[in-house]
Nanobody
């Protein structure tokens, strides 16, 4: 069984920073791309950022220049450093990863349970 567990959410003032972490555990042979999505109240889940196994990153236009995604392959963990936070960044942030559990098995997509980020004064 594979699990993704996020941490690091909370309440922060506009202009502040937070760092989210997401660790993968369970039977894992290889982790491909890892990423972050978010869902604000009453809205659809949207893409935030992704990083592939080689370290190539991609960002939503709304967070470019403010958020940085990174990963530690040895720790099976992906991070999201969020700076210059705005009230419109308020959402539940979800970790996502493509994981191959065993050599020769197919790759499956997994989601974490989400962590709340609230940006408010």
């Amino acid at each position: 069984q594979v699990q993704l567990v996020e941490s690091g959410g909370g309440l922060v003032q506009p202009g502040g920073s937070l760092r989210l972490s997401c660790g993968a555990s369970g039977s894992i042979f290889m982790i491909g791309s890892m990423g972050w999505y978010r869902q604000a109240l009453g809205k659809q889940r949207e893409f935030v950022a992704t990083v592939n196994l080689g370290g190539t990153t991609d960002y939503a236009d709304s967070v470019k220049g403010r958020f940085t995604i990174s990963r530690d392959n040895a720790k099976k963990t992906v991070y999201l450093q969020m700076n210059s936070l705005k009230p419109e960044d308020t959402a539940v942030y979800y970790c996502n990863a493509n994981i191959q559990q065993f050599l020769g098995s197919t790759t499956a997509n997994y989601w974490g349970q989400g962590t709340q980020v609230t940006v408010s004064s």
